[in-house]
Antibody, heavy 122, light 113 residues
C-alpha cells in the first residue's frame, strides 16, 4: 500500500532554514508527481509546491516562491522541501502528497502522509 | 489565480442527504478538474472524488461529485448521512497559467446531528 512518511519538522527561529523529507513506498515512485501541502493550526489546506515525476517541472505557491525549493531523489524514493527565510506565518503541519499522475498540466492530489509540524517562533 | 468558495459549515441529520458547494470565482469550473477531500479531526485528508465525479476504489457510493457550468460550481453530495461523516471537506482544483498551481477551497465543516 502507498506510504508517505514525512520527517524533519521542528521549531526554528524566524529567518532560519529547515529541510523536510518525505519517504515514499508502495508504488513506482518515478511515475508520479509529488506535492507539499500545509495546514496552519486551526486553518484550511494550502497547496505549497509540486514536482513532476522526473523532476523536470517544479511549481510553487506565490506565498513561498523564492524561499522554498522542492526536489526529489528518485534513487531513494524521497521528496524534499527546503525552506529558507522562514516566517512565523509559515507555522503549519506540512503534508507530503502523491498526485494521480506525473503532473503535466494538472494537479490531482491522491494519497497523503501524516504530516510534519513546523513551528517558526523566536 | 481564481478562488474556490465553500460554505463555512453545513449541518444535517443522520440518514439525510447533504450537498456541499464549491464555487469558482473566475474562469470556468470546467477548465480544470475538481477533487474533494475529507479530513477528520487529527487525521490527514483522504480523497473522496477526483476528476469532478470519479470515486476512488473503497469510497462508498454515498459520496458523489458533479460540476454545474451554469453556477460555475462543483458539488459534493453525501447521501444516507452517518455520524462518522462529520468532518471537514475540501474541494481542490488548479490554475494553469504560465505555471500550474494548486488551489483549495476554504473547507466546509459538516455536522451530523
Amino acid at each position: 500500500q502507498v506510504q508517505l512518511v514525512e520527517s524533519g519538522g521542528g521549531m526554528v527561529q524566524p529567518g532560519r532554514s529547515l529541510r523536510l523529507s518525505c519517504a515514499a513506498s508502495g508504488f513506482t515512485f518515478t511515475s508520479y508527481g509529488m506535492h507539499w501541502v500545509r495546514q496552519a493550526p486551526g486553518k484550511g489546506l494550502e497547496w505549497v509546491a509540486v514536482i513532476s515525476n522526473d523532476g523536470s517541472h517544479k511549481y510553487y505557491a506565490d506565498s513561498v516562491k523564492g524561499r522554498f525549493t522542492i526536489s526529489r531523489d528518485n534513487s531513494k524514493n524521497t521528496v524534499f522541501l527546503e525552506m529558507n527565510s522562514l516566517r512565523p506565518e509559515d507555522t503549519a503541519l506540512f503534508y507530503c502528497a502523491r498526485d494521480r499522475g506525473a503532473v503535466v498540466g494538472a494537479i490531482r492530489l491522491e494519497f497523503w502522509g501524516q504530516g510534519a509540524l513546523v513551528t517558526v517562533a523566536s | 489565480n481564481f478562488m474556490l468558495i465553500q460554505p463555512h459549515s453545513v449541518s444535517e441529520s443522520p440518514g439525510k442527504t447533504v450537498t456541499i458547494s464549491c464555487t469558482r470565482n473566475s474562469g470556468s469550473i470546467a477548465s480544470s478538474f475538481v477533487q474533494w477531500f475529507q479530513q477528520r479531526p487529527g487525521s490527514a485528508p483522504t480523497n473522496l472524488i477526483y476528476e469532478d465525479s470519479q470515486r476512488p476504489s473503497g469510497v462508498p457510493d454515498r459520496f458523489s461529485g458533479s460540476i454545474d457550468r451554469s453556477s460555475n460550481s462543483a458539488s459534493l453530495t453525501i447521501s444516507g448521512l452517518k455520524t462518522e461523516d462529520e468532518a471537514d471537506y475540501y474541494c481542490q482544483s488548479y490554475a494553469t497559467n504560465a505555471q500550474v498551481q494548486g488551489v483549495f477551497g476554504g473547507g466546509t465543516k459538516l455536522t451530523v446531528l
